[in-house]
């Protein structure tokens, strides 16, 4: 389960120290735009020493490595994935092929290292190309789990003012989150830059829920419980979740066919998500949402 | 490794060493400060000896000025403070 991504600087010792205790689902480590160049040599040898030293039971760990048009992502790949990452963000993912570049070298750093596991990649698309292509993007390799909206640059590459409101990117991320859902993985949004408006933030990732978002990225540790409690599901979802499946089994021992709850039918979509919801209420334990 | 010129890693942050070495003809002198000095100032120095081992390092001058880092984080600024004085990183 992943609901919250926050952002952690690469080459910040101290908090790479405490980063899974500040209750995101995953901590993204940033080789990128974080890092300054002449510190990238810094950075990575850091975020290899802490993944290698540090225990990180609580969350996922992804790493965003530098850009395919720089110099770094091959030195980034080649320190980070013999110690195994659960996921790796390449930015600036604009076609099918970007992608592919970066899962073969991985895949020629696992084989160096005799690393059997998989490592997976969440694509940043974050220019307009990348909306344009983001089904070819997630579609692009078996390594592909999630998709990830980048809001900043690519508001920058459409030439247009970066609001709160967030007008501007309504098209791309209705685009990430239709590929996302095509290709059967995950879309995550674009993390809220007023670390201060945390009202401002609660609406901002409802609105993406809404729009079908899987989890949304932080910029900052106080971002990480409004994220995790918008994106879990509420009491009265998995009371009405477990009314779906109680219907259906009933239905089932009658032999019916068509059966409604509420008023509505329930069909298989309805089924589904009453099954995704109760997976994820049991993963929660008692953090649930009220 | 032979350390060829003086080169610098890791910043006086919270939780993090700053480390400069500089090229030497009489073995290791190693210097540091630290703020937790008398508790850890031992695990410090036999954590810097052990990377200087890993790179074969019997030549050099080492200061370090620590402010609380964790293994890792000492591991990695030495690390990076080595291979910079080679020049062999960016």
Same mark, same amino acid.
């Given at each position: 389960m992943r609901r919250s991504m926050l952002f952690m600087p690469g080459n910040n010792a101290g908090m790479l120290l405490n980063a899974d205790a500040l209750g995101a689902d995953s901590i993204i480590l940033d080789l990128e735009d974080a890092v300054s160049p002449a510190e990238k040599d810094s950075a990575?040898? @850091?975020?290899?020493? =802490? /993944?290698?030293? @540090?225990?990180?039971? !609580?969350? $996922?760990?992804?790493?965003?490595?530098?850009?395919?048009?720089?110099?770094?992502?091959?030195?980034d790949l080649e320190e980070i994935i013999p110690l195994m990452p659960h996921m790796i963000m390449p930015p600036k993912i604009s076609c099918a092929k970007d992608v592919q570049i970066v899962a073969d070298y991985i895949k020629e750093v696992e084989e160096k290292h005799n690393i059997k596991k998989s490592t997976h990649i969440i694509p940043l698309i974050e220019t307009a190309l990348g909306v344009e292509n983001a089904f070819e993007i997630a579609k692009s390799s078996d390594r592909v789990k999630a998709?990830? @909206?980048?809001?900043? %640059?690519?508001?920058? %590459?459409? +030439?247009?003012?970066?609001?709160?409101?967030?007008?501007?990117?309504?098209?791309?991320? #209705?685009?990430? *989150?239709?590929?996302?859902?095509?290709a059967n993985i995950d879309a995550y949004d674009t993390p809220f830059t007023d670390v201060e408006d945390e009202e401002g933030l609660e609406q901002d990732a409802l609105f993406a829920k809404s729009l079908g978002f899987t989890g949304k990225a932080a910029i900052s540790p106080r971002h990480v419980m409004i994220i995790n409690e918008v994106f879990s599901p509420t009491i009265e979802e998995i009371e009405y =979740?477990?009314?779906?499946?109680?219907?259906? +089994? *009933?239905?089932?021992?009658? #032999?019916?066919?068509?059966?409604? /709850? +509420?008023?509505?039918?329930?069909?298989?979509?309805?089924? =589904? +998500?009453?099954?995704?919801? /109760?997976?994820? =209420? $049991?993963?929660?334990g008692g953090a649930i949402n009220e | 490794? $032979?350390?060829?010129?003086?080169?610098?890693? #890791?910043?006086?942050?919270?939780?993090?060493?700053?480390?400069?070495?500089?090229? !030497?003809?009489? #073995?290791?002198? @190693?210097?540091? $400060?630290?703020?937790v000095f008398n508790q850890f100032g031992e695990d410090i120095e036999r954590t810097v000896k052990e990377v200087l081992d890993d790179f074969n390092v019997t030549n050099i001058k080492i200061q370090l000025k620590d402010r609380g880092a964790v293994e890792c984080a000492i591991r990695a600024r030495v690390e990076t403070a080595l291979k910079r004085a080679e020049g062999v990183n960016n």
């Amino acid at each position: 389960m992943r609901r919250s991504m926050l952002f952690m600087p690469g080459n910040n010792a101290g908090m790479l120290l405490n980063a899974d205790a500040l209750g995101a689902d995953s901590i993204i480590l940033d080789l990128e735009d974080a890092v300054s160049p002449a510190e990238k040599d810094s950075a990575r040898i @850091l975020v290899r020493n =802490a /993944l290698k030293y @540090l225990n990180y039971s !609580n969350c $996922e760990i992804i790493i965003r490595i530098n850009s395919i048009d720089t110099d770094y992502w091959k030195s980034d790949l080649e320190e980070i994935i013999p110690l195994m990452p659960h996921m790796i963000m390449p930015p600036k993912i604009s076609c099918a092929k970007d992608v592919q570049i970066v899962a073969d070298y991985i895949k020629e750093v696992e084989e160096k290292h005799n690393i059997k596991k998989s490592t997976h990649i969440i694509p940043l698309i974050e220019t307009a190309l990348g909306v344009e292509n983001a089904f070819e993007i997630a579609k692009s390799s078996d390594r592909v789990k999630a998709i990830f @909206l980048g809001a900043e %640059d690519l508001t920058a %590459d459409l +030439r247009c003012k970066r609001t709160k409101k967030g007008d501007e990117i309504f098209y791309s991320r #209705g685009r990430l *989150v239709t590929a996302a859902r095509a290709a059967n993985i995950d879309a995550y949004d674009t993390p809220f830059t007023d670390v201060e408006d945390e009202e401002g933030l609660e609406q901002d990732a409802l609105f993406a829920k809404s729009l079908g978002f899987t989890g949304k990225a932080a910029i900052s540790p106080r971002h990480v419980m409004i994220i995790n409690e918008v994106f879990s599901p509420t009491i009265e979802e998995i009371e009405y =979740a477990k009314e779906v499946m109680d219907i259906i +089994r *009933v239905a089932k021992e009658q #032999g019916k066919g068509a059966i409604s /709850l +509420r008023g509505k039918m329930i069909d298989a979509p309805i089924v =589904a +998500r009453a099954m995704q919801t /109760l997976k994820m =209420a $049991e993963q929660l334990g008692g953090a649930i949402n009220e | 490794m $032979e350390i060829k010129n003086k080169a610098t890693a #890791g910043t006086l942050e919270s939780n993090d060493v700053y480390v400069l070495v500089e090229p !030497n003809d009489n #073995g290791i002198e @190693l210097e540091l $400060e630290s703020i937790v000095f008398n508790q850890f100032g031992e695990d410090i120095e036999r954590t810097v000896k052990e990377v200087l081992d890993d790179f074969n390092v019997t030549n050099i001058k080492i200061q370090l000025k620590d402010r609380g880092a964790v293994e890792c984080a000492i591991r990695a600024r030495v690390e990076t403070a080595l291979k910079r004085a080679e020049g062999v990183n960016n």
